[in-house]
């Protein structure tokens, strides 16, 4: 079993910046691929980013590439999504998760089973 925690959130203008956290339960969150993802009101829930069990390896949805930026910290148990440039379409509950049965650390939901509380991320225009 996997507790996750969020923190972070909040309401932003478009272009700024905001720092989004999981703390995960656990003495074996370096065994875990984790990601993020993200739902907006009337839509299906998104991929975002994931990130391999020791760090070394990212994937990020193509609409996020080169604004956000998904880190770990396996001594801390911690995830974090750093997002830069944030648009008004991005305005969404975002969602930490594990994938704790696989190696791959990839953007299909089903992958994920344990979820974060969700945070809600508002970015005005």
């Known amino acids: 079993q996997v507790q996750l925690v969020q923190s972070g959130g909040g309401l932003v203008q478009a272009g700024d910046s905001l720092r989004l956290s999981c703390a995960a339960s656990?003495?074996?969150?370096?065994?875990?691929?984790m990601g993020w993802f993200r739902q907006a009101p009337g839509k299906e829930r998104e991929f975002v980013a994931a990130?391999?069990?020791?760090?070394?390896?990212?994937n990020y949805a193509d609409s996020v590439k080169g604004r956000f930026t998904i880190s770990r910290d396996n001594a801390k148990n911690t995830v974090s999504l750093q997002m830069n440039s944030l648009k008004p379409e991005e305005t969404a509950v975002y969602y930490c998760?594990?994938?704790?049965?696989?190696?791959?650390?990839?953007?299909?939901?089903?992958?994920?089973?344990?979820w974060g509380q969700g945070t809600q991320v508002t970015v005005s225009s």
């Open positions: 998760a594990v994938d704790s049965r696989s190696i791959y650390y990839g953007s299909r939901r089903t992958e994920y089973d344990y």
């Open positions: 656990g003495r074996t969150f370096s065994s875990y691929a």
């Open positions: 990130i391999s069990r020791s760090g070394g390896g990212t």
